[in-house]
């Protein structure tokens, strides 16, 4: 008989994203040039929401929050302590986004000025937005401009830290608290919304 936890469910192909997170930080370390596949993980989610109109990316084929789900659920490395009612507010969540956003920008900023000659490139990936990690040796030299090269640093100086920061949340709360906060299930989020004429349910996930 079939238990009620899930245990017998039938495995599909998108269940085993999850490994698609540490092989992506493992390239990257090695070849900064591969944070370039990063923008797979930015595009599709806004792109299944705007033709889709759902936040069917975020619920099934999130490689993040599978791997969380699977460090702090099946391998219990999380208290399981309940989501802090601050974090899943709408002025944590926006306020997150925001600022997400404009770290963004500044990233790009960087990478215009890298590109125009105005600046050097940085071989070094900044965690949490402030501390500059060397990071020189998973740079080889290519014939791509210098621009493509510090794009590459700071996307996944990006795409490190929000990982952090999720294991983090993950260690402390429940094993998906990342998805609550997360700067492209808002956006997404948004976007339904806006699709359903401001119907759409708030909130982000936050399976376990």
Not at 33 to 59: D, E, H, Q, T
Not at 88 to 97: A, H, P, Q, V
Not at 157 to 173: N, R
Request: hydrophobic share 50%; glycine share 10%; charged share 15%.
């Amino acid at each position: 008989r079939k238990g009620s936890s899930g245990m017998n469910r039938k495995k599909h192909w998108y269940d085993y994203l999850w490994i698609v997170t540490p092989v992506y930080l493992a390239l990257g370390f090695f070849n900064i040039l591969f944070a370039w596949l990063g923008m797979i993980f930015f595009c599709l989610p806004l792109l299944i929401a705007i033709f889709g109109g759902n936040k069917l990316y975020c619920n099934r084929y999130c490689d993040r929050g599978q791997f969380l789900s699977l460090l702090g659920g099946r391998l219990k490395l999380s208290r399981n302590k309940p989501t802090p009612r601050w974090m899943c507010s709408k002025i944590f969540r926006y306020g997150f986004l925001i600022f997400f956003l404009i770290m963004f920008l500044q990233m790009l900023w960087t990478t215009c000025l890298v590109g125009a000659g105005a600046g050097n490139l940085n071989e070094f990936v900044k965690l949490f937005w402030t501390f500059q990690v060397p990071w020189h040796w998973a740079y080889h030299g290519t014939i791509l401009p210098d621009a493509v090269v510090q794009y590459a640093f700071g996307f996944y100086s990006i795409m490190l830290t929000s990982t952090l920061i999720g294991l983090v949340v993950m260690i402390f709360f429940k094993p998906r608290s990342w998805c609550v906060f997360c700067p492209m299930g808002s956006m997404t989020q948004l976007i339904c919304r806006l699709r359903a004429g401001g119907s759409a349910p708030e909130g982000g996930e936050e399976n376990a």
